[in-house]
């Protein structure tokens, strides 16, 4: 553990603004406030924190339909983001993406993604440019176990691995490709044996513990940044709530959730990492919590009273010109 | 006759399906529903319920969960029809589509063209389309347009419960490929259904009720739209022939010009962008043929040339609605 405190604090403010951010909308779609498909990312915010806390603005990073967290990781205006998801005018994308299609160009974030396995092809695409523009950048896409069985990420894995570029692919294994059960749809022992014979230098971690995924990516990005190629990593996880909000998940195990809550609960395991280490104290942490209780509560009441879009917006940007 | 779902009536016909014929197979995302979960194998049945039982009945060989590879299932499924089987894939939304592409419009649509005459892929591909439902961009298209310019490909839009065991039983007897358009917003209509074998030929549409002043074409969810919009009009003394083409590969054109030379007057209405569309090769086909029979120009309802969406308001705008119809139908029959 080599973080600074402030690098700790901030590590946990961006785990923790993602959980709130998630446990609200489950509550508010319930109430039937918030329309449309949504996937929650509650269980996996280690995964999005540790990996962008390694990135910087000008690294671009592609998501999936569970894309919220890697939003705020990112460093996506939260109450921006609120807005989006209430489908408001001045939500982050005008209230025309929504919840699949949060996306935020100033800081790297190409876009949450409504096809599964829609990102890596576009990361791939990113990685070039930055090989181009040869600042050191480098692009990063999120993908769920479902992803890696689509070909378009099989070819997107190949060009790069042939290119040479700066790319990095996540894999976040939470155990089930929507409903269906991960290990019978994916053949090879694990999706980084798979990679791996593409020619990509690829580890396997716990996404449980911030402080792994973190000093993983820590490596994973150097290289990408120095050139050596592409690179891969396989996260173990889970999901906390379903595919989509609404989903009844009879497929699960009875007590898997909560057992998952319980013990692998990345945010209770950070917190006991950094008070049992006496780098942060439960007070520095509880202040931590009620500030983004605070944030959490001010984006939903501004999102409620924000103008929703006129009708005429619905054939704006569609192009630049024409 | 009995009453139930749309949904109901095309999870009882694939059960009657694979019951007669055992080359037929179901594969796609999550259709048993939980194969290699902990509460599974038989979860979920679809993740709008259709392919609910189907597993418990037909077992683990006819019904497979297959992984996120849209590509590979329309692919297997074009393959396996081609090696003599009759499987219904499902692709969870129609928006999917775009990851199998080439396997429908490259393969599955011309192999009996370019093979001579000599095979046949007698493939269902299922899928739920449209918007209505706050889906946004990649969940609410309705790419009907796109696979109907497909010359071997047949397409099938059933918009009550009846319609869709009939054509859903027609499309899996068939020998040709069929891309088969469910409306996510219509699964959960009642309506009558007929009992055992039910089918409903392809290219021929249904007169959905019968008027003397306009003709209205449409398609799945936009037909109740049209009937909303032509009894909102009827006290005025304003009646249309409504139409549901049922299939709009093949085209019924007989139906559409009788009527639009009875009536004199057409409106198209479809929830497509306008380009290129169902709407836009209808109002064609009656411009070129019943030219001297218009009393006033042809109209079409449709979205805008825009993306679906999200925010509710932004959808409203974009989706055609019974008032917009009713506005247009009142125009066209005031010109003249």
């Known amino acids: 553990m080599q973080l600074a405190r402030e690098e700790l604090e901030q590590a946990y403010r961006q785990m923790k603004t993602i959980r709130d951010f998630e446990d609200h909308l489950h509550k508010e779609i319930a109430k039937g406030t918030i329309g449309g498909f949504t996937h929650l990312y509650g269980g996996q915010e280690a995964i999005a924190v540790g990996v962008c806390e390694n990135l910087r603005d000008t690294d671009y990073i592609t998501s999936t339909h569970r894309g919220h967290g890697h939003c705020i990781a990112k460093g996506c205006d939260v109450k921006g983001m609120m807005k989006e998801l209430y489908g408001r005018a001045d939500g982050l994308c005008k209230g025309k993406g929504g919840s699949m299609h949060v996306a935020d160009m100033d800081v790297g974030m190409l876009g949450a993604n409504g096809i599964v ?21 480098v692009a990063l896409s999120f993908g769920g176990d479902g992803s890696c069985n689509q070909g378009p990420v099989f070819e997107s894995m190949n060009i790069a691995a042939i290119l040479n570029l700066p790319s990095i692919y996540v894999y976040e294994n939470n155990r089930y490709s929507e409903h269906t059960g991960s290990s019978y ?46 690179c891969a990593v396989e996260f173990e996880t889970t999901r906390f709530y379903g595919h989509f909000e609404g989903d009844p998940q009879n497929y699960r195990g009875p007590d898997e959730v909560k057992n998952d809550r319980e013990n692998n609960d990345c945010i209770k395991i950070f917190r006991s990492k950094v008070t ?47 | 006759m009995a009453k139930m779902s749309y949904r109901e009536a095309l999870t009882e016909t694939l059960h009657q399906e694979m019951a007669n014929d055992e080359n037929v197979i179901v594969m796609g995302e999550d259709v048993v529903g939980g194969t290699g979960s902990p509460g599974g194998p038989e979860a979920i049945g679809g993740v709008f319920g259709v392919t609910g039982g189907l597993y418990g009945k037909f077992g683990a060989g006819r019904v497979i969960d297959m992984p996120i590879s849209e590509a590979g299932i329309a692919g297997t499924a074009a393959g396996a029809a081609l090696a003599g089987k009759r ?18 419009m490259n393969q599955a649509a011309k192999f009996r063209y370019m093979f001579g ?34 010359p071997g490909l047949k397409v099938a839009m059933p918009s009550t419960a009846a319609d869709a065991k009939g054509l859903l039983t027609t499309a899996i ?19 009558e259904v007929p009992e055992g074998d039910y089918l409903v030929p392809f290219g021929k549409a249904r007169m959905v009720s019968e008027g003397t002043d306009c003709t209205l074409v449409a398609t799945g969810r936009m037909v109740s739209f049209c009937e909303d919009a032509a009894n909102s009009l009827a006290a005025d003394g304003i009646s249309c022939d409504i139409l549901d083409p049922r ?30 569309s169902f709407a836009a090769d209808v109002a064609a086909l009656a411009a070129s043929e019943v030219f001297s029979s218009l009393k006033a120009p042809i109209k079409t309802v449709t979205g805008p040339h825009s993306p679906v969406p999200f925010a509710k308001e932004l959808e409203n705008a974009f989706l055609p609605s019974p008032l917009k119809i009713k506005t247009v139908i009142e125009q066209t029959v005031k010109y003249s």
């Open chain 2, 173 to 191: 007897r068939d020998d040709d490929p069929t891309i088969f358009f469910e409306h996510k917003a219509l699964y959960g209509l009642q309506g």
């Open chain 2, 117 to 150: 005459g000599k095979a046949t892929c007698p493939m269902v591909l299922r899928t739920s389309y449209g918007a209505g439902m706050q889906a946004a961009s990649q969940h609410s298209q309705s790419p009907h347009p796109m696979v109907t310019a497909i």
């Open chain 2, 87 to 104: 499987p219904v894939a499902e692709i969870m939304f129609a928006d999917f589509i775009g990851l199998c592409m080439d396997q429908l």
């Open chain 1, 276 to 322: 049992e280490a006496g780098l942060l104290s439960d007070e520095d942490l509880d202040k931590i919590d009620n500030e983004v209780g605070e944030l959490i509560e001010q984006s939903a009441e501004e999102a409620a009273a924000a103008p929703v879009p006129s009708p005429e917006e619905v054939t704006t940007d569609v192009y630049v010109s024409y």
């Open chain 2, 247 to 276: 299939t709009t590969s093949p085209l019924d054109e007989d139906a559409i010009l009788d009527s639009v030379e009875k009536t004199g007057r057409l409106i198209v209405v479809d929830e497509t962008p306008p380009r290129c």
């Open chain 1, 117 to 137: 396995g829609g990102g890596p092809p576009l990361a791939t695409g990113a990685a070039l440019a930055a090989k181009l523009d040869a600042e050191g950048g």
């Open chain 1, 185 to 230: 749809v994916i053949a090879s022992e694990s999706i980084a044996s798979r990679v791996e014979g593409f020619g990509i230098h690829t580890v396997k971690a716990n996404g449980f513990d911030f402080f792994e995924v973190h000093e993983v990516m820590k490596e994973l990005v150097a290289l990408a940044r120095e050139g050596k190629g592409p």
